[in-house]
């Protein structure tokens, strides 16, 4: 059998060979005789990349071990790169960098009503809505001709922000203490997004050295690369308000698990462990604050918990050491009970249920029932498996207002993580005691997801910011576990298939960025297309 698999691969690997030279001189070809080439000229240019990452390739050949100060400037100096292409971008689009006066600037003006003294916003016309019978109702506000402010908490007579406190906290309000300015709310949006960046990238760093050291360094570089734009290209193409929330919630749930895993598997005595669980946890609590759907991703802490357990015995002081650990879950719940309670009179409710937007969601009610269980069972299929359409005109993928394409057809290369659940793979999570935290990552994504839809009259793109990290960190696992338990030729052959979705991955990212960031603004894409040279 094994002769025969070699001629198999031999026939197919030697015009193979061939095809890469040709492809290279087609490009050459194509790039000197038109200025502006079209899509066929971009998918010449695309044999580069293919050829540099080829099976055979040195660049897969160098591995995270051991990690020289080279490789850790090499990483450096991509995370640097990426977060640069992933920032600068947000403040391109009128529409979201503070040029349109009052547009999602929540943030903002709570940040100066806390300064105020009070938790509520201040608009002046609040009696617009006290005339109607029901304000939540959106037939009704538009029937009566009533002026309103969009996507805010009203209730008693009074607006509110119902998006998370936590923004406001950590950046909004001590920016305007210190400068005695309000900060743009697409500025707090960078910082939490550079933080995911980084995050992504210190995480799976952390992962590789402990776990796949085997890896090849190019592996490592294009899944922290596709994974982190993955995680937040929505942010970059609608950075205010909505994103705000979003990407703070997951930037601090990345660096949270990222000192949670550092907690069980990072060195140092048993002090310095119960320290980083400590912040691990403050941010984990944190988390909440921004967006609940995403602190839900604290369930991740059951698997490590146990982990850790396992190891150790219980004893009295150590059951002491784990619940300091965990106050900052007890002290931030509290805070956020008496926030709900002083705007709302209700200490579980964050405003979800006021909102005026699309849906009255006043009467909601979250008891689940079996036809609540067929939706969520339909659209989590179709969050998943949606298959979008594609458009004849760039950027090709469809994009931008109520565009809405499932997970797999977004990034394919999340399909990949199944081959971590052969025989080897599985043997290796088993010795590393990874297998428990792999299952947990399925089971948070799947519990986000429900939730998302439970809370939601129905889905949008941004909602999927809430999953993609985690799914990109547990198809790294899966990934790593996968690479690592393959022979040599095995192992570059797949580094390649790898490298390949990667690259598609970003691709993708970055076209929708284009669709979605450009929504508004369709002059601007058309002339984007043409200076790319492109229909």
């Known amino acids: 059998m094994m002769v025969v698999a070699d001629r198999i691969r031999a026939f197919f690997l030697r015009p193979a060979m061939l095809f890469y030279p040709v492809w290279l001189v087609l490009t050459v070809l194509v790039w000197t005789a038109a200025p502006r080439p079209g899509i066929w000229g971009y998918l010449c240019l695309a044999a580069l990349p293919v050829y540099a990452l080829r099976p055979g390739s040195v660049l897969h050949k160098a591995t995270l071990e051991p990690m020289t100060g080279l490789k850790g400037a090499v990483i450096g100096a991509v995370c640097a790169a990426v977060t640069a292409s992933c920032l600068v971008p947000m403040g391109y689009i009128p529409l979201w960098n503070g040029e349109v006066p009052g547009h999602r600037n929540q943030y903002e ?68 203490v210190l400068t005695g300015r309000s900060l ?22 952390f992962l590789g050295r402990r776990f796949f050291r085997k890896l090849p360094l190019s592996v490592l570089l294009l899944l922290s690369t596709a994974f982190s734009v993955m995680s937040v290209w929505y942010a970059v193409a609608e950075p205010a308000l909505y994103c705000t929330a979003i990407s703070s ?26 320290a980083r669980a400590f912040w691990g946890a403050l941010l984990g609590a944190l988390t909440f604050a921004c967006r609940p759907t995403v602190g839900l991703a604290n369930l991740l802490v059951l ?8 190891e150790r015995k219980l004893t009295v002081k150590l059951l002491g050491k784990l619940c300091l650990a965990a106050l900052p879950y007890a002290v931030v719940a509290a805070g956020l009970m008496v926030y709900n309670y002083v705007r709302f009179e209700d200490p579980f409710e964050f405003g979800q249920a006021y909102q005026l937007t699309v849906t009255d969601q006043s009467g909601y009610d979250l008891s689940v029932s079996w036809q609540e269980l067929w939706r969520i069972v339909v659209n989590t299929a179709d969050s998943f498996f949606h298959i979008g359409p594609v458009k004849k005109s760039f950027p090709y993928m469809s994009a931008g207002g109520l565009a809405y394409n499932g997970v797999f057809f977004n990034f394919p290369i999340l399909l990949l993580g199944v081959f971590g659940l052969g025989p080897a793979a599985l043997k290796k999570a088993r010795q590393e005691k990874l297998l428990p935290l792999t299952v947990w990552f399925a089971v948070a994504v799947l519990a986000v997801t429900a939730v998302d839809i ?59 960025y284009v669709g979605f960031a450009f929504y508004s603004y369709p002059e601007k894409l058309a002339a984007l297309a043409a200076a790319l040279g492109l229909k």
């Not at 910082?191 to 992504?200: E, Q, R």
């Not at 797949?494 to 076209?511: D, K, M, N, R």
Request: overall charge negative; proline content about 3%; aromatic content about 18%.
């Open 454 to 512: 439970l809370w939601s009259p129905y889905l949008l793109e941004r909602y999927h910011m809430d999953i993609y990290f985690l799914m990109g960190i547990g198809c790294f696992i899966s990934l790593g576990l996968w690479i690592c338990t393959r022979g040599e030729r095995e192992k570059n052959a797949a580094a390649f298939a790898v490298s390949v979705f990667a690259l598609l991955a970003v691709l993708s990212a970055y076209l929708q």
């Open 249 to 274: 919630a997951v930037a601090l749930e990345i660096w949270s698990l990222f000192l949670f895993l550092r907690a069980v598997w990072g060195e140092g005595s048993e002090n310095r462990r119960i």
């Open 184 to 205: 743009t709310t697409y500025h707090a949006t960078q910082i939490f997004t550079g933080l995911a960046v980084v995050g992504i990238f210190a995480l799976f760093t």
């Open 303 to 310: 698997p490590l918990l146990a982990v850790f357990l396992r």
């Open 109 to 176: 003006l709570t940040a100066e009503a806390f300064l105020e003294g009070r938790l509520y916003l201040e608009y002046g016309d609040e009696e617009e809505l006290l005339k109607l019978e029901n304000p939540y109702d959106r037939q009704e506000r538009k029937e009566k001709g009533v002026a309103y402010h969009w996507d805010h908490a009203w209730y008693n007579g009074r607006y509110y922000m119902y998006f998370g406190v936590a923004p406001v906290l950590l950046v909004f309000l001590p920016y305007r």
